[in-house]
């Protein structure tokens, strides 16, 4: 009954390191998306995998990369952390990317220091 | 990008009362979904809404699929503590490659 899991709940990072978060579902689903969560400013989407394979930005991906590792994981991985880049970040999948609902994961709390 | 207006930002509320919030865009949606963060938790997935006029309620949850297929209302009747959280409206307009576009939210606080 797991859905949607993210790995680590919580991280502080200081600026210039690097980390990767991790998120894996366990739903079948083909479509998965990471999103940024800012006080005041909803959900803004990162990158997106419509289907294993494939990848795309989506409204903020600078500063991002993704890798679709199989059809249950995908990945965002921060290069060089800013401290603009402390947020909330949740990934969600879809059984496909029109028109169905998401199903979150818990999310993941980044400071960068 | 595509943007949708969702209000009121905030909401305070009495336990007991109904409360009401929308989303509104300036293009036409097909698809409008409604979800409810909990503190600390990711968004999940309260009500879906498939075609203009349409009308559905979960529980004392009732949301519409506005006529115009620019807007969309939230209705929560007789609000309870549990009922605190941030209410989001996600609309799909077919030209963002099927993803969902979020509003920014409405956070409802129940006073008891």
């Known amino acids: 009954n797991a859905g949607v899991t993210q790995t680590p709940k919580f991280q502080v990072l200081k600026t210039g390191q690097s980390m990767t978060l991790q998120c894996a579902q366990d739903?079948?689903?083909?479509?998965m998306y990471w999103y940024r969560q800012d006080p005041g400013m909803g959900l803004r989407l990162i990158y997106y995998s419509a289907s294993e394979g494939t990848t795309d930005k989506g409204e903020v991906p600078n500063g991002y990369n993704v890798s679709r590792l199989n059809k249950r994981e995908f990945s965002l991985r921060l290069e060089s952390a800013a401290p603009s880049q402390t947020s909330v970040y949740f990934c969600?999948?879809?059984?496909?990317?029109?028109?169905?609902?998401?199903?979150f994961g818990s999310g993941t709390r980044l400071t960068v220091v | 990008g595509q943007q949708l207006n969702q209000s009121p930002q905030s909401m305070f509320i009495q336990e007991g009362e109904d409360v009401s919030m929308n989303c509104t865009s300036s293009?036409?949606?097909?698809?409008w979904l409604w979800y409810k963060q909990d503190p600390g938790e990711g968004p999940v997935l309260l009500i879906a809404?498939?075609?203009?006029?349409e009308l559905t309620s979960n529980g004392r949850l009732t949301a519409q699929f506005g006529i115009t297929r620019k807007d969309s209302f939230l209705n929560i009747s007789a609000s309870i503590p549990s009922d605190v959280g941030i209410y989001f409206c996600?609309?799909?307009?077919?030209?963002?490659?099927?993803?969902?576009?979020f509003g920014k939210g409405t956070k409802l606080s129940v006073k008891p």
């Open positions: 996600a609309g799909l307009d077919g030209g963002s490659q099927g993803n969902l576009i």
């Open positions: 809404l498939y075609k203009a006029g």
């Open positions: 293009s036409i949606f097909n698809t």
């Open positions: 969600a999948s879809s059984p496909q990317g029109y028109g169905y609902g998401y199903t």
């Open positions: 739903m079948n689903h083909n479509s």
